[in-house]
């Protein structure tokens, strides 16, 4: 989906690099690539998010952006619970394959925690979908702030950029806080029968542009 550019305020002041470091990837289907990671001094939230700097983001006329949020189960376990771990693989390459920076966020959980999260898929599996989980735990839907994310870009060079989602609100806070997102980019579906209830929910309750093939499950 395409957007035309905003801007905004700008976002909190004060955030630098601290270290930038050379890494290969394998990823568990072979897939190998090279990234910049980079760490940083200063980030509001206080948290240790890092940039991976995949290809040459200077290449193109944007370089392309993805905000991944943490996910333990699904990125390092391979959980089919969530679409998670492939939607990281598929961004790694795209991101690669054009040039530009994907954000890995401490956010486990839209922001509530690992074990918070766990917790919630505890009231999924009576019936409550992810949304209404949270809620029942006296937590908010989703407690994300990308302010720290907006930051890192900045001391990065960036203030204007293609962004790689299907949630409205990343894009949204992103011009709140002052960056410059040319075109929103959508990633992949990877529905399965473990996920496609998780992803209706997603779809419907806060509008993710995700066009899902599977109907929503029972459960």
Do not use: W
């Not at 395409?2 to 700008?10: L, R």
């Not at 040459?56 to 333990?72: I, Q, W």
């Not at 735990?137 to 907006?150: F, I």
């Amino acid at each position: 989906m395409d957007a035309a550019p905003s801007t905004g305020p700008a976002p909190a002041s004060g955030a630098s690099v601290r270290t930038r470091v050379t890494i290969p990837l394998r990823f568990a289907d072979g897939y190998e690539v090279t990234t910049d990671v980079v760490t940083f001094h200063g980030l509001a939230d206080g948290k240790e998010h890092v940039a991976l700097v995949l290809g040459d983001p200077a290449a193109a006329p944007a370089p392309l952006v993805r905000l991944h949020s943490e996910c333990l189960t699904g990125d390092v376990f391979g959980s089919a619970r969530c679409d998670c771990g492939p939607q990281l693989r598929e961004a790694v390459e795209r991101i690669a394959a054009t040039g530009g920076v994907l954000l890995y966020l401490r956010q486990e959980g839209r922001g509530i925690g690992l074990y918070n999260k766990l917790d919630a898929y505890a009231l999924q599996d009576a019936g409550l979908d992810t949304y209404e989980a949270n809620t029942a735990l006296g937590l908010p839907e989703d407690g994300r702030d990308y302010t720290a994310a907006a930051q890192m870009l900045t001391a990065l060079g960036i203030g204007e950029l293609d962004l790689l989602t299907n949630n409205p609100d990343k894009a949204g806070q992103l011009r709140d806080l002052g960056m410059a997102v040319r075109f929103v980019r959508p990633t992949g579906v990877f529905a399965t029968e473990s996920n496609v209830r998780y992803l209706h929910a997603k779809a419907e309750h806060t509008h993710h542009t995700i066009a899902l093939p599977l109907p929503a499950l029972a459960g």
